[in-house]
């Protein structure tokens, strides 16, 4: 049984870095679709990167910011988060689903497996 589990959250000012992890255990071989999303008060939860063997791919309002990755043993993954602003304020959790991304990539309702979250608060 997959398990995940973020960490890495916190407050930071507009401008500011922060790295989110997320444990991976208990897969089995073959391909997975891991993502990163988030969940902001009175919003529905939205994907903002995914990634599988083909590599990343980003949401357009994160492109150029953000950064996902996984360590080489695919025991972690990351989400790398620059120049942070204050919109980007929200519940991050990470998901994963068996086979490959495809065109429904960031929709959430595709993913099987679920962290319990960590808060990013971005203040101005």
């Known amino acids: 049984q997959v398990q995940l589990a973020e960490s890495g959250g916190g407050s930071v000012q507009a401008g500011g870095s922060l790295r989110l992890s997320c444990a991976v255990s208990?897969?089995?071989?073959?391909?997975?679709?891991m993502g990163w999303f988030r969940e902001a008060p009175g919003k529905q939860r939205e994907g903002v990167a995914v990634i599988d063997i083909g590599g990343p791919s980003y949401v357009d309002v994160v492109r150029g910011r953000f950064v996902i990755s996984q360590d080489s043993t695919k025991n972690f993954l990351f989400l790398q988060m620059n120049s942070l602003k204050v919109e980007d304020t929200a519940t991050y959790y990470c998901?994963?689903?068996?086979?490959?991304?495809?065109?429904?990539?960031?929709?959430?309702?595709?993913?099987?497996?679920w962290g319990q979250g960590t808060q990013v608060t971005v203040s101005s």
């Open positions: 208990g897969f089995i071989e073959g391909n997975y679709c």
């Open positions: 998901a994963s689903r068996e086979g490959l991304c495809d065109i429904w990539k960031y929709s959430s309702y595709r993913y099987t497996t």
